[in-house]
């Protein structure tokens, strides 16, 4: 069964967040399957769920951990679960992608993202799949973690609202064909 992890800080602070978004994904799809994410096993450190998606079942998951140490908790869902890289699918923001755009690959390097470094360094692979949602770059001279640690306008929310619809749609058609998922995704444009 595939796994579905959607990297967020999960303090309450953070909600709402450009880094969250990966977070509202997972949201999203857990509402189109009618269900919600609970606490996992103590060893997971997640919040889960086994959802329906489409035609296919996953696992969602939001790590407990902070999302730049992510990767032991998602190294931990993986072993506990007995699933392989090549199944898990992470969801996370992408400053270097322009804003509202979405890419979908697997085995390239964490880009720079500090949560998919901590992934890469824990599990030992790049052979995973990466559904990046582009929030662009920060304007003017702000610094990039102040960026991502910001809040989306009243302008750029509802394309946000979009943008993780488009998202859910992708992730449900990677599970029955990754390759038209990636069509799917870099078709995408605000």
Do not use: Q
Not at 38 to 52: I, K, L, N, Q, Y
Not at 84 to 97: G, N, S, W
């Amino acid at each position: 069964m595939p796994v579905i992890v959607g990297l967020h800080n999960p303090e309450p602070t953070y909600s709402g967040t450009r880094h969250n978004i990966g977070a509202e994904v997972i949201a999203a799809l857990a509402r189109r399957s009618e269900t919600g994410l609970r606490r996992g096993p103590r060893r997971v450190r997640c919040r889960v769920v086994r959802a329906r998606i489409g035609t296919e079942s996953a696992l969602l998951a939001l790590p407990n951990a902070s999302m730049n140490v992510s990767g032991p908790t998602v190294r931990g869902l993986l072993s506990y679960y007995k699933v392989a890289p090549r199944d898990l699918l992470v969801i996370h923001d992408d400053i270097d992608l322009p804003f509202g755009r979405l890419r979908l690959r697997s085995g390239h390097g964490h880009g720079g993202h500090n949560g998919v470094r901590s992934i890469v360094g824990s599990i030992g692979t790049t052979d995973f799949w990466r559904l990046k949602l582009g929030l662009g770059r920060p304007p003017g001279r702000m610094d990039p973690a102040d960026y991502v640690l910001s809040r989306f306008s009243a302008a750029e929310r509802e394309e946000v609202d979009h943008m993780v619809a488009d998202a859910a749609d992708v992730v449900e058609r990677f599970l029955n064909d990754p390759e038209r998922a990636m069509e799917l995704a870099g078709g995408r444009r605000p």
